[in-house]
């Protein structure tokens, strides 16, 4: 079974702090990594996707692969209060035939005003 | 238009009907991608189409849920004898996949959510 983990949080961070969100995944053999930001009762949005080890940064957003230790990792700088919402890690992964996108439960991030 | 669209955006319905819930992925996208998602849960992925067949089939719960598309357009979720375990809301994403079979970025529709009495 392959697997993408996050922690559920709620990750709470005062407005203006830097957010960092985790995620972890098991199968080795996985190309593309995304992030979503979900708000509640919306669907997902991407925010970024990267495919090589290191960094990629996109504005206030910075995610960071390392396939050694398959983790991905998304940092939010001066982080907003409109920044509030669920943030789904998603890995692709070859699973019966296909490729799929394989999404973690969602981390919830509070940013406090 | 743009996006990806999805109707009805609600259903309520009683348990034991039948629910069909539609979606109209973007113009020229080949891929369309079902997922259940229920309250406080992840992205549960239901059924894969390339073009109007469908390659993966695996993550459909039951045989009370089918799904079928027109060409490279319009697909719908057919969910049959609706059971309570079934409200959900249900996302429709589309991708144009450079390479047949991988995935690449994926656009969701705004979802239709199901409430089964």
């Known amino acids: 079974q392959k697997e993408v983990e996050q922690n559920s949080g709620p990750l709470s961070v005062p407005e203006g702090a830097i957010a960092s969100l985790n995620c972890t995944y098991s199968?080795?053999?996985?190309?593309?990594f995304f992030w979503y930001r979900q708000y509640s009762g919306k669907s997902p949005e991407l925010i970024m996707f990267i495919y090589s080890n290191g960094d990629k940064e996109d504005g206030r957003f910075t995610a960071q692969l390392n396939k050694a230790s398959q983790y991905v990792s998304l940092l939010i700088r001066d982080s907003q209060p409109s920044d509030s919402a669920t943030y789904l890690c998603?890995?692709?992964?070859?699973?019966?035939?296909?490729?799929?996108?394989?999404f973690g439960s969602g981390t919830r991030l509070l940013v406090r005003p | 238009g743009a996006g990806v669209s999805q109707s009805p955006s609600n259903k309520v319905t009683e348990k034991g009907k039948d629910v069909e819930l539609r979606c109209d992925p973007i113009s020229g996208h080949t891929a369309l991608y079902w997922y259940r998602q229920r309250l406080g849960q992840g992205l549960e992925f239901l059924i894969y189409?390339?073009?109007?067949?469908?390659?993966?089939k695996s993550g459909l719960p039951s045989d009370r849920f089918s799904a079928e598309r027109t060409g490279e357009s319009v697909s719908t979720l057919t969910i049959q004898r609706t059971q309570q375990e079934d409200s959900a809301v249900y996302l429709c994403a589309s991708v144009f996949p450079e390479i047949a079979g991988s995935t690449d970025t994926q656009y969701f529709g705004p979802g239709t959510r199901l409430t089964v009495l």
């Open positions: 199968d080795r053999g996985s190309q593309s």
């Open positions: 189409f390339q073009g109007n067949s469908a390659p993966d």
């Open positions: 998603a890995v692709n992964a070859w699973m019966d035939s296909s490729y799929k996108l394989i």
